[in-house]
């Protein structure tokens, strides 16, 4: 199958910080798993709160944090929920030392 994906991904599982409010309205801080992690989004894992497509959320990963936007939510009528996120285009990647760190015994041909 073809990948349409710009951006180079790493399986990494992650371990962040998020703040979003639930799909109820309701604000809540949460740490989750962050997998299939790229410079400018990631697979989140593990939610207590259902989110909608469209809302923001700030993770956090060691000391660096950043807006992400909602682009889609699996379909699940109960927790835990996963949300694949995008980060909003002026942050920075809060995890690119970790990219780095996986990236860095990938030969490349």
Request: hydrophobic share 40%.
């Amino acid at each position: 199958m073809f990948d349409r994906r710009q951006e180079a991904r790493v399986s990494d599982n992650l371990e962040v910080q998020i703040t979003a409010l639930g799909e109820d309205g309701t604000p809540f801080g949460q740490v989750v798993i962050a997998k299939n992690i790229s410079v400018g989004g990631a697979l989140l894992t593990g939610l207590d709160h259902k989110l909608r497509c469209g809302d923001l959320v700030r993770i956090q990963y060691r000391e660096n944090n950043a807006r992400f936007r909602v682009v889609w939510i699996a379909n699940s009528a109960r927790g835990p929920f996963t949300a694949a996120v995008h980060k909003v285009k002026d942050d920075s990647c809060p995890w690119s030392e970790a990219l780095t760190e996986s990236t860095a015994g990938i030969s490349k041909f």
